[in-house]
């Protein structure tokens, strides 16, 4: 844990020839652990120095030195370059005179040099004006993590290990977590192996998470039984597990925390086995086959500047800076660079290619994936997929594409007191131009899969309407694999349609440099800074200074930057929508082969004022063998008909039950509590499905909540429907996430004003779904693009 503030000091420089010159510096003070900082006193500088003629409004870096005991000084020290790139410092001390607490501590002596050679001296004060944002501006954790700017090589990260008796508790585990069947193959060390790796590359925080749980199994087996989990026999392991397994079900806190420590520790395995070729031949699984040999890369590819590419360090000019190659960025990123402004984009991720989407999809979500698909809520928890990669989210999302719908326009104009063009007749030319420009059209028939007969056929005798979901997929074949970004290049993500439209238009991409500093002068934004690395570990700093910058770095993202950069509206991170959806699985008398189909294909229609959608989804055997709480015999049971196993889901439209801040790690963090509205209409989603499952045919229905969560026929479903069912019992999915830097008319309400720009601010925008003010009740991204039109036509001029 660290520490970091933020400071404005201003002054005047005296110089031979020049007179008395006026300067000012606004930084960021930041330390990576409190506990380094109090014994060495250092810290890191980040900020903006303008002191003419020598800085126009230089992006400059440094340390600062406290020691109160010795020298009785803060020392700074700043690096910058001038107009013509040459090497220039910035150095004071403000000396601790206990005599003059608020003097000394608020001036600083400074000597500016170039090259060695002293150009001016000078003083700078802390302004008293800005003493309420100061105090503000101090955090207990900063947003830095621990690197080391100039070494040359990085060191190897550190492999997650286990202990020898970490190792055979996982070993005891596995063997009773999944046993063998008609399809299932036997565990073996291999699939613990593989676990262990799949535990390793992804986030930190949940391999340490993953080791306490098996200390904890293993501290449960000393308590019921006198001995290790490991020493038990296999039938004891099981039946110890069986008995964890009911003394979960509820949703207490205590029930919660057994349920989800279960399936933590048996989500890498079960990742990992069901992934086996052996068990994708037996259950029929169509194979993807071999990537194809990489296409030669189109003219404008040779814009596609990658952190490799880079010098330690570099700055760039451009009109507009885009941090965010997503849904928002990438549409206002085409459409400003087609007009001739010159636009700059970051991304934090890579940018994968058609031939990058083949192979394991573990390896596939690892790579696209933040966190690796492991990017959970606190409070409910609700995993988050986010995409971080070229084209974010749309690269790994099911295609889905929905106008916002007219009632939720009217709700902002009428109840958030958005303009008049806000209405439909005047909005939805963006939204036309969307979906034209993602060749929008229903899924076609011989691509919708068996399911589309199973819902259909339930649909009819409930009198429910249903059919195909529109989606931007042109010439797609229904390959399941939309989710893992998709083999066929069919699906119009971003990153095959409007980045290769700004990128053949004249801008630039840089990709592999998360954005860490936005670097402010009063109410201007003069630059972002970006950090990464190259395959050596060698860290490259980018600067990238534009007339006007747009965050574009999605929901979670874009507030977590704001927050981190000294922002304190009061709206920053609240208001977060997710859609929280859940699915429900049917046991079906005919081999559905769900791989064969569009995963987000179909859709149920249900009353609009329900505010729950129905919509296809598919997962593959190594995801959904997550989702079941089983251990044993009963997952098997389900596994080995995985063939036969109908999924489909539905999300409900939410009222901003969520936030988002800044973690001490740095790393965002989500909290949700789901709505009691929110829960009734998940469980009303629930039963309704499982009705049309049973009058379809299906024989058992899993939906994974509630007294009796696998339902054997129509009166169970009816039963289910009037249960008493907790809050805390609800596997969630937030794939949605809308609204923490919401749009509206003043800083009392919301983040950024009607033309995108964060109040008090003069050039600073946003332009992703975090300004959606409210949940949709259908997927965002043609909403979240039609905004991003329209801040083009704002910002194009």
């Known amino acids: 844990m660290g520490a970091s503030f933020f400071e404005v000091m201003r002054g005047q420089l005296a110089a031979s020839g020049h007179g008395m010159n006026p300067v000012d510096l606004e930084i960021k003070v930041e330390a990576t652990h409190l506990g380094s900082l109090l014994r060495t006193g250092k810290a890191r500088i ?35 370059r001038d107009a013509e790139g040459r090497d220039c410092a910035l150095e004071g001390k403000k000396t601790m005179l206990w005599s003059r607490p608020l003097w000394s501590f608020t001036h600083l002596r400074v000597v500016l040099s170039r090259e060695g050679e002293e ?65 299932v193959p036997p565990m073996d060390p291999r699939s613990v192996d593989e676990a262990v790796v799949y535990l390793a590359n992804g986030p930190v925080h949940v391999a340490r998470l993953y080791a306490l ?201 009428d109840e958030l007191g958005f303009p008049d063009e806000f209405l439909p007749g005047t909005y ?16 076609e028939a011989k691509v919708l899969g068996r399911i589309a007969d199973v819902i259909g056929r339930g649909a009819d005798a409930m009198g429910l309407a249903h059919g195909p979901l ?150 593959p055997p190594s995801f959904l063998g997550g989702l079941f709480p089983w251990t044993g015999p009963e997952l098997t049971r389900w596994m080995d008909d995985f063939a036969r196993l109908g999924q489909f889901g539905f999300m409900v439209r939410d009222r901003g039950d969520g936030w988002v801040k800044k973690g001490p790690d740095g790393r965002p963090v989500v909290g949700y509590f789901l709505s009691q509205r929110s829960a009734e209409r998940l469980q009303k989603g629930a039963a309704l499905l499982a009705e049309v499952f049973f009058h379809a045919g299906a024989s058992e229905v899993y939906v994974g909540i509630g007294p009796k969560q696998v339902l054997q026929g129509m009166d169970d479903a009816k039963d289910f429907a009037k249960a008493k069912i907790g809050r805390g019992e609800f596997n969630l999915l937030g794939a949605h996430p809308l609204g923490t830097c919401r749009m509206g008319a003043s800083a009392e309400s919301a983040v950024v004003d009607f033309e995108h720009k964060v109040f008090g601010t003069e050039n600073l925008y946003v332009v992703d779904g975090s300004v959606i003010p409210t949940s949709l009740g259908v997927n965002p991204m043609v909403t979240i693009m039609s905004f991003a039109l329209r801040a083009a036509e704002i910002m194009g001029g």
């Open 213 to 413: 749980g098996l200390r904890w199994l293993d501290l449960v087996a000393r308590l019921r039984t006198g001995r290790a989990f490991a020493a038990l026999g296999a039938e004891a392991r099981r039946e110890l597990l069986v008995e964890i397994e009911n003394a979960a079900q509820g949703s207490s806190l205590g029930h919660q925390a057994r349920r989800r420590m279960l399936l933590l520790l048996g989500g890498p395995l079960r990742a990992v086995h069901f992934a086996r070729p052996s068990y994708l031949n037996a259950i029929g699984h169509r194979a993807l086959g071999v990537a194809p040999p990489p296409e030669a890369p189109p003219r404008w590819f040779q814009r596609v500047i990658s952190a490799e590419t880079l010098s330690a360090e570099t700055d760039v000019h451009a009109e507009v800076v885009i941090v965010g190659t997503g849904a928002g960025g990438a549409v206002l990123a085409a459409e400003l660079a087609q007009r001739g402004i010159a636009v700059a984009l970051i991304e934090e991720g890579p940018f994968l290619r058609r031939h990058d989407f083949f192979g394991d999809p573990n390896h596939r979500m690892a790579t696209a994936w933040r966190d690796g698909g492991m990017h959970f809520s606190l409070g409910n928890p609700v995993n988050i997929p986010l995409g971080k990669v070229v084209g974010g989210t749309t690269t790994i999302n099911s295609g889905t594409c929905f106008a916002t719908p007219d009632h939720v326009l009217r709700e902002w104009r």
């Open 470 to 619: 529109p989606r931007n997929a042109p010439g797609c074949t229904g390959i399941g694999e939309c989710i893992f970004g998709c083999p066929e290049g069919a699906k119009q993500s971003t990153d095959v349609s409007f980045i290769p439209r700004a990128l053949a238009a004249g801008a630039e991409l840089y990709c592999g440099l998360p954005v860490t500093r936005i670097l402010m002068r009063g109410p201007r934004a003069v630059a972002v800074v970006a950090r990464g690395a190259d395959a050596h570990g060698v860290q490259k700093t980018l600067r990238i200074f534009a007339d006007r910058i747009v965050l574009a770095a999605g929901t979670i993202g874009t507030p977590s930057l704001l927050e981190d950069n000294g922002f304190r509206l009061p709206w920053i991170g609240k208001n977060l929508s997710v859609h929280p959806a859940m699915g429900v699985i049917a046991r079906c008398h005919q081999d559905l082969a769900p791989w064969d189909a569009i995963p987000q294909g179909y859709a149920l229609h249900a009353l609009e004022e329900d505010e729950i959608r129905y919509e296809g989804y598919y997962l």
């Open 428 to 443: 939805h030319r963006h939204s036309m131009r969307v979906l034209d420009h993602l060749q929008v059209a229903p899924g």
């Open 119 to 183: 150009l001016a001296q000078g003083h700078l004060r802390f302004s008293w004006d800005d003493l309420g944002a100061f105090l503000q501006s101090f955090r207990p954790w900063s947003s830095i993590r621990p690197i080391e700017l100039h070494r040359p090589m990085a060191r190897a990260p550190s492999p997650f290990v286990l202990s020898p008796h970490a190792r055979a508790t996982m070993e005891a585990f596995a063997e009773v977590c999944i046993t063998p069947g008609r399809a």
């Open 46 to 80: 980040t900020g903006v120095l303008h002191a003419p003629p020598w800085a126009e409004l230089a992006a400059t870096e440094g340390e600062i030195r406290i020691d109160p005991v010795f020298d009785r000084e803060i020392a700074y020290r700043l690096a910058f």
